[in-house]
């Protein structure tokens, strides 16, 4: 699925959007979500901390798959109430040819906290 670019923006506008990485340490089911979806938390080190996301990646993640796993996150986004959740970060990921997310991952193990530049 291609979408065409978003528009031109300037390496200001880039800076303020904050991506760290970080560690999933827990990660559930979330069958109150209107579209499958998985409660993650994510570790984004000591000064981000521990922040709560809900990733509908169930196409090809299982909740106990990703312990562990690291992965990319939009940590400087306004919470957002899902249900009874509330998602504080946009962990990122990329659609596949069917649709489904793929998540947005670091080659090498990182520390937990490190900004995408």
């Known amino acids: 699925m291609s979408e065409a670019q978003a528009p031109q923006i300037t390496f200001d506008d880039f800076s303020k959007v904050d991506i760290r990485v970080g560690t999933?340490?827990?990660?559930?089911?979330?069958p109150q979500a209107r579209k499958p979806?998985?409660?993650?938390?994510?570790?984004?080190?000591?000064?981000i901390g521990r922040k709560t996301s809900s990733a509908q990646i169930t196409a090809h993640y299982q909740p106990s798959a990703?312990?562990?796993?690291q992965v990319l996150a939009v940590v400087n986004?306004?919470?957002?109430?899902?249900?009874?959740?509330?998602?504080?970060?946009?962990?990122?990921?990329?659609?596949?040819?069917?649709?489904?997310?793929?998540?947005?991952m670091p080659e090498?193990?990182?520390?937990?906290g490190a900004r995408l530049f």
């Open 66 to 69: 990703l312990l562990g796993r």
């Open 108 to 112: 090498r193990s990182l520390q937990n």
């Open 24 to 30: 999933i340490v827990e990660a559930d089911a979330f």
């Open 37 to 47: 979806a998985i409660k993650l938390v994510i570790d984004f080190g000591p000064d």
């Open 77 to 104: 986004f306004a919470p957002r109430r899902i249900g009874p959740y509330v998602s504080e970060v946009l962990t990122l990921g990329f659609s596949d040819a069917s649709g489904a997310i793929v998540l947005a």
